[in-house]
């Protein structure tokens, strides 16, 4: 006679229990050891989030070899992973780690964070091409240091479609002590496409570009790659130049959070976004002032932005009163905050003063300040 089943042994009641436990790898580990009915359940949630970032390198290379080595022996546990985030600088052989960690036969990773600082070689491009062609990656958040453009751009010649999120931290590091390899750069890019069969239909984006050099050649080269029709979330940094109409047009009337940085001479036209709904500006110093101000002047009553955030390390009292000013004469009916984002808020505004720099907003609307973050980003990128 079949012995009748317990109630935990039933899969649906096992993963309800031991999701409690999701945080806690140790008693997760001991969840495993009950029974074979609840191996399962338990290994999904020890393997769903693999994170290797410490500070301290050795703690993190005894991490990556038992990780790597449960894996090789056990291929099973790849399954589970969905989430990976790794920075190589805790490496002592960061190259060949990372490409390693690239190279795993994932099958349900669906977002990836990747941090390598040193010099991108053509053996970690390749390995970084073939993550990036996974069918179900969704979210990637990655940090490079380049000194070929050929090289960053082979990483995206097959790149998946399914891709939807995207922040891209960038450093161009020429060579300029090597004469042969800076001319050599616009040879390389001249022989490769401009777009790919399949253009990557992005719904958030943030660029962040450090360079000596302008971002004109991403125009050309990397953003022909990618389709901005469903495009929501937008931050370009300082990189105004980059908000070309050309590029953005498709998802002008989408766009719902804008996020850049005013410097140079570039202003953007904020009319030509209808359904804005928050607005994010840096203005670095004096200089970025009078681009600032002249960008919020393109926001119309109509729109339908309901908080602005400024970022600034330095705002005067001459930079409030013109803020306060220009944001308050625009008469927009639909905004309901200002947040003064500070790189620290002890010694900066506080809400008694920010009232007094703010008089006439501060009478109509909510003005706050808050630490540097990137809530905003989160928030709507995952809605």
């Avoid at 191996?39 to 703690?59: C, P």
């Avoid at 013109?322 to 003064?340: F, G, N, P, V, Y």
Wanted: charged fraction near 20%; proline fraction near 4%; include cysteine.
């Amino acid at each position: 006679m079949r012995t009748p089943l317990s109630p935990l042994d039933l899969p649906e009641l096992t993963d309800y229990c031991v999701e409690f436990l999701r945080d806690s790898v140790s008693d997760l580990k001991r969840c495993a050891l009950v029974s074979r009915l609840w191996v399962n359940s338990a290994q999904a949630r020890i393997f769903h989030n693999i994170r290797i970032t410490s500070r301290e390198r050795s703690g993190n290379e005894r991490a990556w070899s038992r990780l790597e080595g449960t894996l090789r022996t056990s291929p099973h546990l790849v399954r589970h992973i969905h989430r990976l985030e790794v920075d190589s600088d805790a490496y002592s052989n960061k190259e060949e780690v990372l490409s390693a960690i690239c190279c795993f036969p994932f099958t349900h990773l669906e977002d990836a964070c990747i941090i390598h600082i040193s010099l991108l070689s053509l053996p970690l491009a390749l390995a970084i091409q073939q993550l990036l062609s996974l069918c179900t990656l969704r979210r990637l958040k990655i940090s490079l240091h380049f000194d070929q453009r050929s090289l960053f751009l082979q990483m995206w010649d097959h790149c998946s479609p399914s891709l939807g999120h995207l922040e891209l931290y960038f450093c161009e590091r020429p060579k300029w002590h090597t004469s042969h390899r800076v001319n050599l750069l616009p040879d390389l890019l001249s022989g490769l496409p401009n777009h790919r069969a399949t253009p990557i239909a992005l719904e958030s984006l943030r660029i962040t570009y450090m360079s000596i050099s302008r971002a004109d050649w991403l125009k050309e080269h990397y953003l022909g790659r990618l389709n901005f029709s469903r495009l929501k979330v937008l931050s370009i940094g300082k990189h105004a130049e980059l908000a070309s109409q050309e590029y953005w047009a498709p998802a002008m009337g989408k766009i719902e959070a804008l996020d850049f940085t005013a410097k140079g001479d570039t202003q953007i036209d904020l009319s030509s976004f209808p359904n804005l709904a928050l607005l994010r500006v840096s203005i670095p110093g004096p200089t970025g002032r009078n681009i600032a101000l002249g960008t919020l002047s393109t926001l119309t009553p109509s729109n339908l932005v309901c908080k602005i955030i400024i970022h600034s390390s330095n705002l005067d009292a001459v930079a409030c009163d013109e803020l306060d000013s220009r944001i308050c004469d625009l008469r927009m009916s639909h905004l309901t905050a200002i947040e003064i984002e500070m790189d620290t808020i002890s010694g900066g505004l506080t809400m008694v003063n920010l009232e007094e720099s703010f008089k006439r907003l501060s009478s109509r609307t909510t003005v706050s300040p808050i630490e540097r973050n990137d809530f905003w980003f989160e928030t709507f990128s995952r809605v």
